[in-house]
C-alpha cells in the first residue's frame, strides 16, 4: 500500500519508523532484535536508508596501499523484503544518487517493483567522507530532483534503453526530504522552500522532515511552505537525544539547532542514563504536541534506541 493511501484513509495521526540496515557480517537477526518491541505500536510503515560505498585504503601483505571500495551496509532491497514478509508492513527504501549510476538505479527499481514495493523516499545523499562537496557517480544522477525524474519516467514506462517495447509501468509513491531549519548548502530558507516545491510540482507526493527540536520550526516551516504553493502532507521527523556527545554531534552532522531548554536540561545530568531521560522526556512532549495540532504521522529515527521510541509511543497514543 502506497504511503499517500495510508495517510489519505488515516482518521487520527499515525506512526511510522525508520531503520538503518545492519553492519556488514551482522545479519538479520539485528534488525529483527531492533523492530520487534517497536510492532505493538502497528506502524504503517518503515523507512529503510541506503548507504553508498565508501573508498578506503588497505595495506597488502606487500605494504603497498590499495583503494577499495566498502559498502558497510549494503541490503537494502532485501531488508525491505524481509521487513514486508515478516511484519506485512509496507517497507520505505531510501533512494539515493550518491554512489550509483543511473543503470544501478534503474535495476534497484526493477528489484523493487518485482518485490511488491510501491514506495520510495527520494534524496540526493550526502558527499562521499572524502570530498569536500557532493559529486555524482559517473553517469549518475546529480541532484534528488534528477533521481526523482527517473523514478517517474519509470512510472511511466519510460526505462534508460528508449527502444524498449512495451515496457511495463511501475507504481511508485515518491517522498521527498524538507528541512525545517533549511538544507545546510541552501542560501536561506526560502530558496530551499522553493526547490522542495519543484520537486512537489515534479510529482512529489509527500515530504518527510529532517530531525528537529523544537515545534514551532516545524510550524512555522509547514506554514511557509503552503505559502509557497505546497500542499502535499509534511510529516515531522523525530530523534531522541540520549547522549551528551550529541550535542555536539547532531548539530555537525544534521545541521540542525538544539533548543537552549534542552541543551540546559542535558548539560546537568551527570551520566547518559540522565541524558536520556531528559531526551525522552523531551520527545514525548514533542510528539504530544504535534499529535494535538493533528499532524498526519509520527516518523521515528529510531537508529539504535528502540527502547526510548517504544517508551515514546507507548504515552503518546
Known amino acids: 500500500m502506497k504511503v499517500i493511501e495510508h495517510l489519505r ?33 502497528k506502524p504503517s510503515f518503515i523507512n529503510v536508508t541506503y548507504h553508498r560505498s565508501e573508498s578506503m585504503f588497505k595495506r597488502r601483505i606487500d605494504g603497498v596501499f590499495e583503494k577499495v571500495e566498502v559498502r558497510k551496509r549494503p541490503g537494502t532491497v532485501g531488508i525491505c523484503a524481509a521487513i514486508m514478509n515478516r511484519y506485512k508492513v509496507d517497507a520505505v527504501p531510501h533512494l539515493i544518487c550518491g554512489g550509483f549510476t543511473r543503470q544501478e538505479t534503474e535495476d534497484a527499481l526493477i528489484d523493487l517493483a518485482f518485490l511488491g514495493i510501491d514506495n520510495v523516499l527520494v534524496l540526493r545523499g550526502d558527499a562521499a567522507r572524502n570530498e569536500g562537496s557532493f559529486e555524482p557517480e559517473p553517469g549518475g544522477n546529480k541532484f534528488a530532483t534528477e533521481l526523482m525524474q527517473q523514478v517517474i519516467n519509470m512510472n511511466n514506462g519510460l526505462y534508460l534503453e ?36 519543484k520537486k512537489v510540482d515534479g510529482g512529489a507526493e509527500y515530504v518527510v522532515t529532517q530531525m528537529f527540536f523544537d515545534n514551532q520550526k516545524y510550524f512555522q516551516y509547514v506554514q511557509a511552505c503552503k505559502e509557497a504553493g505546497i500542499n502535499i502532507p509534511i510529516i515531522p521527523g523525530l530523534k531522541p537525544i540520549t547522549s551528551k556527545k550529541q550535542l555536539t554531534v547532531i548539530p555537525r552532522t544534521f545541521h540542525v539547532d538544539i533548543p ?12 547518559d542514563a540522565e541524558v536520556e531521560q531528559v531526551g525522552t522526556e523531551w520527545l514525548q512532549q514533542q510528539s504530544k504536541e504535534l499529535k494535538a495540532a493533528g499532524v498526519p504521522v509520527l516518523h521515528y529515527y529510531t537508529l539504535g534506541k528502540p527502547h526510548v521510541i517504544a517508551n515514546v509511543v507507548r504515552n503518546v497514543f
Open 162 to 197: 528508449e527502444d524498449l517495447k512495451g515496457a511495463v509501468k511501475t507504481n511508485f509513491c515518491i517522498g521527498v526530504a524538507g528541512y525545517p531549519e533549511k538544507h545546510f548548502e541552501a542560501p536561506n530558507l526560502a530558496s530551499d522552500i522553493q526547490h522542495l516545491k
Open 9 to 41: 484513509q488515516a482518521k487520527d495521526t499515525l506512526v511510522s519508523f525508520e531503520v538503518l540496515p545492519p553492519l556488514k557480517g551482522k545479519g538479520i537477526n539485528a534488525l529483527w532484535e531492533h523492530l520487534d518491541p517497536l510492532m505493538e505500536f
Open 260 to 271: 537552549v531548554e534542552l541543551y540546559s536540561a542535558i548539560m546537568a545530568c551527570k551520566t
